[in-house]
């Protein structure tokens, strides 16, 4: 099993540019989220999704947007790259959603500059 | 401020010490999941308590939840050199927050 696969596993932006990080899983998962993680603050979540077509936003959403057509797949994108978005971000999907526990992606770590 | 303290930040022992690891909150969880992640991978789940005051074994490792469900403890007996990574605490109200983590070392 693949489980939850992310690509790429690193990126170079330039301040301004966009690019869209992929996330997909073969669980068959409703729920999804994405998450970055720096340095000594944890893990903070951005969007998550509670089934295909349904989307909302987590505590850090400012700059990013998500789009969940598919039950597989859950695309995060970054529109005017900023510095402060330079981080690693991890995708994950669940069962039944937090109680159940999460299956994270192996990252992709992006560096704005 | 992060809903959830880990304890301590770091920590770097010799193989076959004992050690424990904290996770300390204000907040009730309705659970609480311990995560151990590798350099370059994302987090893998351990275990999930529930239940205030249960503890659950993993063969050298032993989870607790505080009987007031606001905190929790990982113990490792006699670490390897495969224990090391990143542990983290997570807790669930309506959605899962995560510590900061603990950056375990065990040194051959």
């Known amino acids: 099993n693949a489980g939850v696969t992310q690509t790429p596993k690193f990126r170079i932006l330039k301040i301004g540019q966009s690019m869209t990080l992929q996330c997909a899983q073969d669980?068959?998962?409703?729920?999804m989220y994405w998450y970055r993680q720096d340095p000594g603050m944890g893990l903070k979540l951005i969007y998550y999704s509670v089934g295909a077509g349904i989307t909302d936003k987590g505590e850090v959403p400012n700059g990013y947007n998500v789009s969940r057509s598919t039950t597989e797949d859950f695309p995060l994108r970054l529109e005017l790259a900023a510095p402060s978005q330079t981080s690693v971000y991890f995708c994950?999907?669940?069962?039944?959603?937090?109680?159940?526990?999460?299956?994270f992606g192996s990252g992709t770590r992006l560096t704005v500059v | 401020t992060q809903l959830l303290e880990q304890s301590p930040q770091f920590l770097s022992i010799q193989e076959g010490e004992n050690l424990t690891v904290y996770c300390n909150s204000s907040s009730v969880f309705s659970s609480l999941q311990w995560y151990r992640q590798e350099p370059g991978e994302g987090p893998v789940l351990l275990v999930t308590?529930?239940?205030?005051?249960e503890v659950k074994k993993l063969k050298r490792l032993t989870f607790q939840f505080g009987d007031a469900r606001k905190d929790s403890s990982l113990h490792i007996t006699a670490a390897q050199p495969g224990d090391t990574g990143l542990y983290l605490c997570a807790g669930v109200i309506n959605d899962m927050r995560f510590g900061a983590g603990t950056r375990l070392t065990v040194k051959p």
């Open positions: 994950a999907s669940s069962y039944g959603g937090a109680h159940y526990g999460y299956t």
């Open positions: 669980m068959n998962h409703n729920y």
């Open positions: 308590v529930v239940t205030g005051g």
